[in-house]
Nanobody
Framework: QVQLVESGGGLVQAGGSLRLSCAAS????????MGWFRQAPGMVREFVAT????????NYAGSVKGRFTISRDNAKNTVYLQMNSLKPEDTAVYYC?????????????????WGQGTQVTVSS
Protein backbone atom coordinates (compact mmCIF):
# COMPACT_ATOMS: atom_id res chain seq x y z
CA GLN A 1 0.00 0.00 0.00
CA VAL A 2 1.18 3.50 -0.86
CA GLN A 3 -0.02 6.67 0.79
CA LEU A 4 0.39 10.00 -0.96
CA VAL A 5 0.24 13.41 0.70
CA GLU A 6 0.27 16.59 -1.38
CA SER A 7 1.36 20.01 -0.16
CA GLY A 8 2.30 23.40 -1.54
CA GLY A 9 -1.01 24.60 -2.87
CA GLY A 10 -2.33 28.08 -2.23
CA LEU A 11 -3.44 31.37 -3.70
CA VAL A 12 -1.23 33.11 -6.24
CA GLN A 13 -1.65 35.92 -8.74
CA ALA A 14 -1.61 35.25 -12.45
CA GLY A 15 1.95 35.02 -13.71
CA GLY A 16 3.20 33.69 -10.39
CA SER A 17 4.68 30.35 -9.42
CA LEU A 18 4.01 27.51 -7.02
CA ARG A 19 5.74 24.23 -6.32
CA LEU A 20 3.64 21.27 -5.30
CA SER A 21 5.13 18.34 -3.43
CA CYS A 22 3.83 14.81 -3.02
CA ALA A 23 5.35 12.69 -0.27
CA ALA A 24 4.90 8.94 -0.64
CA SER A 25 5.10 6.20 1.93
CA UNK A 26 6.39 2.75 1.10
CA UNK A 27 9.65 1.24 -0.03
CA UNK A 28 8.53 0.66 -3.62
CA UNK A 29 8.15 4.34 -4.55
CA UNK A 30 11.24 4.30 -6.73
CA UNK A 31 9.73 1.63 -8.99
CA UNK A 32 6.46 3.51 -9.63
CA UNK A 33 5.66 6.05 -12.27
CA MET A 34 3.97 9.13 -10.84
CA GLY A 35 1.49 11.61 -12.16
CA TRP A 36 -0.25 14.86 -11.40
CA PHE A 37 -3.88 15.45 -12.28
CA ARG A 38 -6.22 18.33 -11.58
CA GLN A 39 -9.93 18.89 -11.24
CA ALA A 40 -11.69 22.22 -11.51
CA PRO A 41 -15.22 22.72 -10.14
CA GLY A 42 -17.79 21.05 -12.37
CA MET A 43 -15.10 19.54 -14.59
CA VAL A 44 -13.68 16.06 -15.00
CA ARG A 45 -10.29 15.22 -13.56
CA GLU A 46 -7.64 15.86 -16.19
CA PHE A 47 -4.07 14.78 -16.73
CA VAL A 48 -1.33 17.34 -16.06
CA ALA A 49 2.06 15.58 -16.03
CA THR A 50 3.71 12.21 -15.54
CA UNK A 51 7.22 10.96 -14.79
CA UNK A 52 8.67 7.47 -15.07
CA UNK A 53 10.29 5.51 -12.25
CA UNK A 54 13.78 6.91 -12.77
CA UNK A 55 12.84 10.47 -13.65
CA UNK A 56 14.34 10.07 -17.09
CA UNK A 57 11.09 10.36 -18.99
CA UNK A 58 8.30 12.90 -18.59
CA ASN A 59 5.14 13.87 -20.43
CA TYR A 60 2.81 16.85 -20.14
CA ALA A 61 -0.64 17.98 -21.12
CA GLY A 62 -0.52 20.50 -23.92
CA SER A 63 -2.08 23.18 -21.73
CA VAL A 64 0.85 23.16 -19.29
CA LYS A 65 3.79 22.22 -21.50
CA GLY A 66 6.55 24.77 -21.19
CA ARG A 67 5.14 26.17 -17.95
CA PHE A 68 5.08 23.18 -15.59
CA THR A 69 7.90 20.80 -14.71
CA ILE A 70 7.51 17.44 -13.00
CA SER A 71 10.47 15.94 -11.14
CA ARG A 72 11.16 13.37 -8.46
CA ASP A 73 13.63 12.59 -5.72
CA ASN A 74 13.57 8.85 -5.05
CA ALA A 75 15.82 9.22 -2.02
CA LYS A 76 13.13 11.40 -0.43
CA ASN A 77 10.14 9.48 -1.81
CA THR A 78 8.85 12.75 -3.21
CA VAL A 79 7.57 14.00 -6.54
CA TYR A 80 7.28 17.69 -7.39
CA LEU A 81 5.35 19.87 -9.77
CA GLN A 82 6.91 23.25 -10.44
CA MET A 83 4.27 25.55 -11.88
CA ASN A 84 5.34 28.81 -13.51
CA SER A 85 3.46 31.50 -15.43
CA LEU A 86 0.25 30.44 -13.74
CA LYS A 87 -3.07 31.39 -15.32
CA PRO A 88 -6.56 31.66 -13.78
CA GLU A 89 -7.54 28.56 -15.79
CA ASP A 90 -4.96 26.57 -13.80
CA THR A 91 -7.21 26.93 -10.74
CA ALA A 92 -8.13 23.44 -9.55
CA VAL A 93 -7.53 20.80 -6.93
CA TYR A 94 -4.29 19.08 -7.85
CA TYR A 95 -3.89 15.37 -7.17
CA CYS A 96 -0.78 13.24 -7.00
CA UNK A 97 -1.08 9.65 -8.21
CA UNK A 98 1.10 6.55 -8.38
CA UNK A 99 1.02 3.60 -10.74
CA UNK A 100 2.81 0.30 -10.24
CA UNK A 101 3.91 0.38 -13.85
CA UNK A 102 7.22 2.13 -14.24
CA UNK A 103 6.59 4.00 -17.47
CA UNK A 104 4.82 7.30 -17.95
CA UNK A 105 1.09 7.33 -18.56
CA UNK A 106 -1.55 10.01 -18.80
CA UNK A 107 -4.48 7.63 -18.34
CA UNK A 108 -6.41 8.12 -15.11
CA UNK A 109 -7.33 4.43 -15.03
CA UNK A 110 -3.66 3.36 -14.99
CA UNK A 111 -3.10 4.84 -11.55
CA UNK A 112 -3.58 2.75 -8.42
CA UNK A 113 -3.00 5.21 -5.60
CA TRP A 114 -4.22 8.78 -5.14
CA GLY A 115 -3.61 11.58 -2.70
CA GLN A 116 -6.28 13.77 -1.17
CA GLY A 117 -5.46 16.77 -3.30
CA THR A 118 -4.26 20.32 -2.72
CA GLN A 119 -6.07 23.47 -3.83
CA VAL A 120 -4.41 25.85 -6.26
CA THR A 121 -6.14 29.16 -6.90
CA VAL A 122 -4.83 31.66 -9.43
CA SER A 123 -6.32 35.13 -9.29
CA SER A 124 -6.48 37.41 -12.30
Amino acid sequence: QVQLVESGGGLVQAGGSLRLSCAASGRTFSSYAMGWFRQAPGMVREFVATINWSGGSTNYAGSVKGRFTISRDNAKNTVYLQMNSLKPEDTAVYYCAATTQGRTTGWHSDYHYWGQGTQVTVSS
